[in-house]
């Protein structure tokens, strides 16, 4: 009689075979459960604070403009503004009335874009963009006016100074998301 190694019953007989959830060949890991790691820093997806608040802030001068006169001469606030330049879109341009149009209705888009950095993300260049192209175009409202005053500052109202105040926080808020790149793990 030959003398055999005793071998447990559904095992096969032979050498014994390490067990791994590894690979045995590096050709196809479909089927294994050894995770694929990536040297590169993994980017945070977080809220962007800072530039968030400054376009929520640029927003909520463009809503208190809408109460206030913008001229300091004149009982026109910057509601009677709007709702003018609204009943005449085609001649905007010629009276002058879109200069109130680009500070009020881009103080709302700038307030929603503000609302809009405190989503995480990897970054908010995309928004920061959006931002600084409506923020240009409430700085060139604001910057007609005064330019055409020559830069007297007698001839506005308070309501004028929050239109000022839309385009100074939009621009520091939208400058703030571009600029500021995604966050890695450190």
Request: proline residues 8%; contains cysteine; glycine residues 16%.
């Amino acid at each position: 009689m030959t003398e055999r190694e005793p071998v447990r019953p559904g095992t096969p007989p032979g050498p014994p075979q390490g067990a791994t959830a590894y690979p045995a060949s590096t050709e196809s890991s479909a089927g294994h459960t050894a995770p694929r790691y990536s040297g590169r820093p993994v980017a945070f997806r977080g809220p962007e604070s800072l530039g968030g608040l400054l376009l929520i802030l640029a927003g909520v001068a463009g809503g208190i403009s809408l109460l206030l006169d913008w001229l300091a001469d004149a009982e026109t606030t910057g509601l009677d503004l709007v709702q003018d330049g609204l009943a005449d879109v085609g001649g905007a341009f010629s009276n002058g009335l879109w200069q109130p149009l680009a500070i009020v209705l881009g103080g709302g888009v700038l307030f929603v874009l503000g609302l809009l950095m405190w989503l995480p993300m990897r970054t908010h260049r995309f928004f920061g963009v959006l931002a600084l192209v409506v923020s240009l175009a409430a700085t060139a409202g604001v910057l007609v006016p005064l330019i055409d005053e020559g830069w007297n500052l007698d001839v506005f109202g308070p309501g004028f100074w929050c239109g000022i105040a839309v385009a100074a926080l939009g621009l520091l808020g939208s400058l703030k998301a571009l600029l500021t790149g995604p966050k890695y793990a450190g």
